[in-house]
């Protein structure tokens, strides 16, 4: 864990559903997510279990691109304390996904 729980966007706390749906850090990955499930119809935001049943692979394209280390690096410099960090990577795993269910 973080002992600031202040995610380096300044503008909530550094949480799944904040990094998914708010922080500004991470806008350019989220709008491709975004555009691929409004694509298929549905609406952002979308719900937890869309993300991991219908939009699995998106999903995981969006946690892949996140550039861990330079958003930690990040984390260090707003720290007062460097020897503790949630790793967010951990969100993110290196199994393979199975196909996306793109049906309506």
């Known amino acids: 864990m973080i002992d600031n ?14 990094l998914i749906h708010e922080c500004k850090l991470l806008l350019a ?9 409004m694509i298929r119809g549905e609406v952002w935001p979308s719900t937890h279990d869309k993300l991991i049943t219908t939009y699995l692979n998106a999903f ?4 892949k691109v ?7 690096e990040t984390i260090r410099e707003h720290s007062d304390n460097s020897d503790t960090y949630t790793n967010l990577k951990d969100i993110s795993s ?10 309506m």
């Open 5 to 18: 729980p202040t995610c380096t966007c300044n503008e909530g706390h550094q949480t799944p559903d904040h």
């Open 29 to 37: 990955q989220r709008s491709s997510l975004i555009k691929h499930i």
């Open 60 to 63: 995981a394209k969006f946690i």
């Open 66 to 72: 996140i550039d861990f280390q330079k958003l930690q």
């Open 94 to 103: 290196e199994q393979q996904f199975p196909k996306e269910n793109q049906s």
